[in-house]
């Protein structure tokens, strides 16, 4: 069973950056395709990146595309989202989840595609 700490939230002012990271406990992190959730109140659970376990093909939310950068170390069990150019709009509760099976070639955009996720972390964009 994986489990997921995120990291590196926190207070920031629009147009600065922020690096969030997920460590994953576990040996089976370089199998796992992973993901990029954020929650607004009022809001369904929105996808904003994902990555295939080889790190060789990602995806992105529309919003966030072309600002934010998901990548992998599959050697330190750590998944990050580099945050560039943040909006208020961007402000949420970031969450990091892992995709234990599936399809190798495509990446899972629906959370319920994903099987663990972390507690979040609080990202907060002030204008």
């Known amino acids: 069973q994986a489990q997921l700490v995120e990291s590196g939230g926190g207070l920031v002012q629009a147009g600065d950056s922020l690096t969030l990271s997920c460590v994953v406990s576990g040996r089976g992190f370089s199998s796992y395709h992973m993901g990029w959730f954020r929650h607004t109140p009022g809001k369904e659970r929105e996808f904003v990146a994902g990555?295939?376990?080889?790190?060789?093909?990602?995806q992105y939310a529309d919003t966030v595309k072309g600002r934010f950068t998901i990548s992998r170390d599959n050697g330190k069990n750590t998944l990050y989202l580099q945050m560039d150019t943040l909006k208020p709009e961007d402000t949420a509760v970031y969450f990091c989840?892992?995709?234990?099976?599936?399809?190798?070639?495509?990446?899972?955009?629906?959370?319920?595609?994903?099987?663990?996720w972390g507690q979040g972390t609080q990202v907060t964009v002030s204008s």
């Open positions: 989840a892992a995709r234990t099976y599936g399809d190798s070639n495509r990446v899972a955009v629906s959370r319920n595609d994903y099987n663990y």
């Open positions: 990555i295939l376990n080889t790190g060789r093909k990602t």
